[in-house]
């Protein structure tokens, strides 16, 4: 059996897919498969000239597109290696990445999954700067609560993990970041401080295409967190919106922030607020973030008062003084 599964989910043939598969053929490390998993486009070996008959290929067909979720799951369902690597179909691994990560997960056993840096590539292939990226365990804990602290395609990790923490059906656009947040409650995380990963940005990524349903799913996936963070239940259906058009992002955040306040989670209640301004930029929108704020501020007390300030004005990262 091979020591790594690469798992790459696709639902349409795109110019970025055969750079994508050709960075994982050319790893450095040699004892991989790529679980190519069609989520549901028909694509066919002969489409992908020679790599789509190399025997490291190994395809997973769906009869449909079950989505980012299910896509996934079936992945990690087929997955043979000891080690999952994800990857995106529009991104480039670099040679050493497999090598590289591997080698942290064998050298600490205690470590569940394994980050890298990151550079950003535009639809040409060129480097335009680098993604965000928190290298410390504890930050990356912190950090979950409000988004994904390294982009997702740039973890390796254990079989075992993406097994016990399926990716969920509900957040169709959100799942990774979900992912992330559970599994940082319960694994120890480590980073390779090296760039292994060229993340693409594109307008036609999911994240832009659907702007509305991803922030939805995020402030859900934040609320989510909380609760269990707080020792409450889930109570999946009574924090998800209702079925049907997503409402604009700014008013996922609005929403998102007035929830917060009824539950009194005052610090995540702030950080809706200042997004919620952030993405509206209206003057409506900088009156109810500002309305949200104050009554957080009259509401919290101590440190969590104190926290909720810092991040209306300034964010996580600095709040959180994270590095």
Known sequence: MPVV?????????????????ASVLAQTFADFELVLVDNGSGLSHAALGEMGRDPRVRWVRLPRNLGIP??????????????????????????????????????KPALALVSSQAETIDGDGRVTGREFSLT???????????????????????????????YRAELPLAADFDFLARAAEKFSFGTVPDVLLRYRRHTSQASQEHA??????????????ARRRAGRPENFPAVRAAPGAAPSPGESCYLAAKQCLGEKFFALSAYHARREFVLGRSLADAWLGGWI???VLLWARGEERRLAARLFLRGPVRALKLS
């Not at 299910?70 to 990690?76: D, E, I, L």
């Not at 529009?90 to 990445?97: F, K, N, Q, S, V």
């Open 5 to 21: 599964s690469v798992l790459m989910v696709t639902h349409r043939d795109t110019p970025f897919l055969r750079p994508a598969i």
């Open 70 to 107: 299910g896509g996934h799951n079936a992945g990690v369902a087929a997955a043979l290696g000891e080690f999952i690597a994800l990857l995106d179909h529009d991104d480039l691994m670099l040679p050493a990445r497999l090598e590289r990560q591997v080698a942290l997960l064998r050298a």
């Open 136 to 166: 410390d365990d504890q930050s990356q804990l912190r950090y979950t609560q409000y988004a994904a602290p390294v982009v997702t395609p740039a973890y390796t990790g254990r079989r075992t993990v993406f097994a016990e923490l399926p």
């Open 212 to 225: 509305s349903a991803f922030e939805r799913d995020c402030c859900t996936v934040r609320l989510l967190t």
């Open 293 to 295: 704020a104050l009554h």
